[in-house]
């Protein structure tokens, strides 16, 4: 989050002064950074959640 927060205080204190494309990028990457961590942070949970299976499912019926 704190490099989120750096990237657009540079881009748009620092790096519009000479370049606005330059900033406008920086911006995007900073917004992109946080959903993209979310994504792989879960990766690992799904992996590793119960879900049922067909193989799982026991039939008690005879």
Known sequence: MGTCIVLIL???NLVRLWSVPA???M??????????AAIVA???S????????????VDDEP
Do not use: T, Y
């Open 42 to 44: 879960n990766r690992g």
């Open 10 to 12: 540079l881009a748009w």
């Open 46 to 57: 799904m992996a590793e959640s119960d879900l049922p299976r067909n193989a799982d499912q």
């Open 27 to 36: 911006s995007v990457v900073a917004a992109v950074i946080p959903p993209v």
């Open 23 to 25: 900033a406008v990028v």
